[in-house]
């Protein structure tokens, strides 16, 4: 049976995923907060698709949610095949300024939830004939950036996380893949309150649909690790071969003189 759970799969890039997968004739277990939105996409993902799709609607900053789910899996024999953690966020500012618990809150969610769901997870997965995991990072794990630095380092965590885990699984039946999309159009740049970066982050956008779809092509082509858009793939390999402080020095530039 095609089973996939989705965490963040209330908008964006989720829900692209969601629709997407739906359409390849998996059923769905989806997972955010906003629980009417959540509600109103399973009921539309089950009449367009023709797949079951479920809701649960989780704050994953909880860290009992990762057990909360896989007890629902076992209530509803709800056995996937494929794990997608794809719920996230950024804080913007500076680390100081910030409060402590609301920046502990989304390393809880971009980093903590993404692990222990995956362990909950994993020994479901390790049952099917092949299963998949894909975890979401970001551009932004591959270099340091002021104002979003506990970010940045909650996804360089998740693609550290991907290759060892990927790594460790080599031999069996599960296969991770770490996708890290540039600047999409989703909700993310309101979420953080980024406004002052719209204009900036429209030139280099991407559609959520264009990243969903190079993402699962990715997942199920069994790759370790995927940036979509050829403008953010060639600034990843470029930030490999510059120092390190002209990398900060040129994120600065970009995010800092937009803070007030
Ligand atoms: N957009 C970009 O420019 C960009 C670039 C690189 C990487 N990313 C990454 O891509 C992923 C998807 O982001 P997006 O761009 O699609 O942003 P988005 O439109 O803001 O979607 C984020 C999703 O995460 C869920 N979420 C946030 N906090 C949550 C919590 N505490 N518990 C449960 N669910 C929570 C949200 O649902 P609720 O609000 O309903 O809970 C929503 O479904 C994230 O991991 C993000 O870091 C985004």
């Given at each position: 049976?095609?089973?996939?759970?989705?965490?963040?799969?209330?908008?964006?890039?989720?829900?692209?995923?969601?629709?997407?997968?739906?359409?390849?004739?998996?059923?769905?277990?989806?997972?955010?907060?906003?629980?009417?939105?959540?509600?109103?996409?399973?009921?539309?993902?089950?009449?367009?698709?023709?797949?079951?799709?479920?809701?649960?609607?989780?704050?994953?900053?909880?860290?009992?949610?990762?057990?909360?789910?896989?007890?629902?899996?076992?209530?509803?024999?709800?056995?996937?095949?494929?794990?997608?953690?794809?719920?996230?966020?950024?804080?913007?500012?500076?680390?100081?300024?910030?409060?402590?618990?609301?920046?502990?809150?989304?390393?809880?969610?971009?980093?903590?939830?993404?692990?222990?769901?995956?362990?909950?997870?994993?020994p479901?997965?390790?049952?099917?004939?092949?299963?998949?995991?894909?975890?979401?990072?970001?551009?932004?794990?591959?270099?340091?950036?002021?104002?979003?630095?506990?970010?940045a380092a909650?996804?360089?965590?998740?693609?550290?996380?991907?290759?060892?885990?990927?790594?460790?699984?080599?031999?069996?039946?599960?296969?991770?893949?770490?996708?890290?999309?540039?600047?999409?159009?989703?909700?993310?740049?309101?979420?953080a309150?980024?406004?002052?970066?719209?204009?900036?982050?429209?030139?280099?956008?991407?559609?959520?649909?264009?990243?969903?779809?190079?993402?699962?092509?990715?997942?199920?082509?069994?790759?370790?690790?995927?940036?979509?858009g050829?403008?953010?793939?060639?600034?990843?390999?470029?930030?490999?071969?510059?120092?390190?402080?002209?990398?900060?020095?040129?994120?600065?530039?970009?995010?800092?003189?937009?803070?007030?």
């Amino acid at each position: 049976m095609k089973q996939a759970i989705i965490t963040g799969a209330s908008k964006g890039l989720g829900k692209a995923l969601a629709h997407q997968l739906a359409e390849m004739g998996y059923s769905l277990l989806l997972i955010a907060r906003s629980e009417k939105i959540l509600t109103e996409l399973a009921v539309n993902i089950t009449q367009t698709h023709k797949v079951q799709a479920h809701s649960l609607a989780l704050d994953l900053s909880d860290p009992a949610s990762a057990k909360t789910i896989s007890t629902w899996c076992a209530q509803h024999q709800f056995t996937p095949s494929v794990l997608i953690n794809n719920a996230g966020y950024a804080c913007w500012g500076f680390f100081e300024s910030m409060p402590i618990e609301q920046q502990e809150k989304m390393l809880q969610v971009n980093t903590g939830s993404l692990v222990n769901l995956t362990h909950a997870i994993l020994p479901i997965l390790k049952q099917q004939p092949q299963a998949y995991i894909m975890n979401i990072a970001s551009t932004a794990a591959y270099q340091a950036v002021p104002t979003m630095a506990l970010y940045a380092a909650s996804k360089a965590f998740v693609k550290s996380f991907s290759r060892g885990l990927r790594y460790e699984l080599r031999d069996t039946n599960v296969s991770v893949t770490c996708l890290s999309p540039g600047p999409m159009s989703t909700n993310f740049i309101q979420q953080a309150g980024m406004e002052a970066m719209q204009e900036t982050a429209k030139k280099f956008e991407m559609p959520a649909e264009v990243v969903a779809k190079k993402g699962l092509r990715a997942m199920f082509g069994k790759k370790s690790e995927s940036i979509p858009g050829m403008v953010n793939y060639l600034t990843v390999k470029f930030s490999n071969i510059l120092p390190d402080a002209l990398l900060e020095k040129i994120a600065a530039n970009l995010y800092l003189t937009k803070l007030k």
